[in-house]
């Protein structure tokens, strides 16, 4: 239940659906718009996890230099998502989302062109810091845009896109590498990449800015008090921003080591081919679809904590027997469905959460930050797998980076109040 320091409401009809059927046409328009991006946005970074193998083979590059261009992106995000979230608070959430999302379409396209691995290292960070603009941006304005009461269940299922996204780009990958030599294949797939842009024109049209953001802007302006970027390390502010940014690094931490890697895993140790091992991932993926669709249920029906201590369990358990206990190529397929779905279904429950932790003037700074914060941590965990893989099994060396990030995932999670049904106000 909710905590008595903030204003709830109850969560009445607790189905997945009710949140939809019961719309505004501005809530219904940020709904689309916002899946449509994560869509593309989970299409844009699993790119490279993708096609890391071809790069690998192609340019003569080592495991650990090839995790290197993950974590260059992830880190770049990291202060990109910061950026863009004090952004959104100064200048408004729609327009930040329509930069950011222009920012890293962009930058795909220039992937495509790359040269040698340091054109692609300095791309894909270029890439990175607009990649983790638009989490921030879109975040917030799906937060203060959806009424309390259903705010769970959309934001979760907004998540969900990140894996019809994932899954767009095994299609074209499959496709790509099936009637294209890898080294034209590859370029091809930052090509795709570059569709995201496309969005800024609904955008433009259809969404307009959460009613709570444009008041407190105003008052802000009309008072001179202006938020500073510094303000969520201030006050009872600085032990929810610290606990937040950990739990956000554990959680991303966890499913980066095992998405960036997941594919070469298949290829090398389990012996599948770039096309034989799809089937795989596409169990994975559809796990994943189903754990965001399941969290968006549980984070309004059980609350945000009850969540995330449930799915971070589940996702150290699936992963060590995914990696360690001696299966076969058939039951790993398997496994696939109930890794993705623990080890994504969580991050429903992300957004909602991290709105409700701050107050309207610095909500895009505070979830901008301690979500990008995670990002920039769990950004390290590919680069260490690759490492760590040069002296051990790539399978023991996802295992244990995962099963230390959801560890801190618990307890983090455990530290933190719940915010179910918090009511969102316009700051005086």
């Known amino acids: 239940m909710p905590t008595p320091a903030h204003d709830a409401v109850a969560v009445e009809d607790a189905s997945l659906t009710a949140f939809y059927r019961d719309m505004t046409p501005p809530e219904r328009h940020t709904f689309w718009a916002c899946a449509a991006g994560w869509a593309l946005d989970g299409m844009d970074f699993m790119i490279y996890p993708l096609v890391i193998g071809t790069i690998i083979t192609l340019w003569s590059v080592d495991a650990g230099t090839a995790g290197l261009a993950a974590t260059v992106t992830l880190l770049a995000s990291a202060l990109g998502g910061w950026l863009a979230g004090y952004l959104a608070d100064r200048i408004g959430r729609v327009l930040t989302l329509q930069i950011t999302i222009l920012w890293f379409s ?9 040269q040698d691995f340091s054109q692609l290292l300095i791309a894909r960070a270029l890439l990175g810091l607009g990649f983790g603009g638009e ?3 879109g975040a917030v304005l799906m937060g203060e845009t959806i009424r309390a009461q259903y705010r769970g269940r959309a934001v979760g299922s907004v998540q969900s896109g990140w894996a019809i996204g994932w899954g767009m780009a095994v299609l074209a990958q499959a496709i790509l590498f099936s009637v294209l030599p890898p080294e034209t294949a590859w370029r091809w797939m930052f090509v795709i990449g570059a569709a995201p842009a ?3 024109f609904y955008l433009r049209r259809y969404v307009e800015e959460p009613k709570v953001a444009v008041e407190t802007r105003a008052k802000a302006k009309a008072s001179g008090d202006s938020p500073a970027i510094w303000e969520i ?22 499913y980066y080591a095992i998405t960036t890697w997941l ?3 298949l290829t090398t140790e389990r012996g599948l081919s770039i096309v034989s091992s799809t089937g795989y991932l596409a169990a994975l993926i559809v796990g994943s679809f189903a754990g965001y669709l399941a969290g968006a249920w549980l984070a309004d029906r059980l609350g945000r904590r ?14 060590l027997i995914y990696t360690q206990v001696p299966l076969s190529n058939a039951v790993l397929w398997v496994l696939g469905f109930p890794l993705g779905f623990f080890a994504s279904g969580y991050f429903s429950g992300m957004g909602a959460f991290l709105t409700e932790l701050y107050p309207t003037r610095l909500r895009g700074s505070g979830q901008g930050f301690c979500y990008n914060f995670g990002r920039g941590i769990g950004a390290l965990f590919p680069a260490l797998v690759g490492y760590l893989s040069a002296g051990m099994s790539l399978a023991s060396a996802i295992a244990i980076f995962a099963a230390i990030a959801y560890g801190v995932f618990f307890l983090t999670a455990y530290a933190l109040p719940e915010t179910r049904g918090k ?3 316009a700051d005086a």
């Open 198 to 200: 496309l969005l800024v």
């Open 106 to 114: 962009f930058f795909s396209l220039v992937c495509a062109f790359a």
């Open 263 to 265: 594919p070469r895993f």
């Open 423 to 425: 009511v969102l106000h």
């Open 233 to 254: 390390f201030s006050g009872p502010l600085l032990r929810t921003t610290l606990l937040a940014s950990l739990m956000s690094a554990g959680c991303q931490g966890g």
């Open 135 to 137: 989490w921030a941006a």
């Open 306 to 319: 009850p969540l995330f201590l449930i799915f971070s369990l589940g996702a150290v358990a699936v992963v």
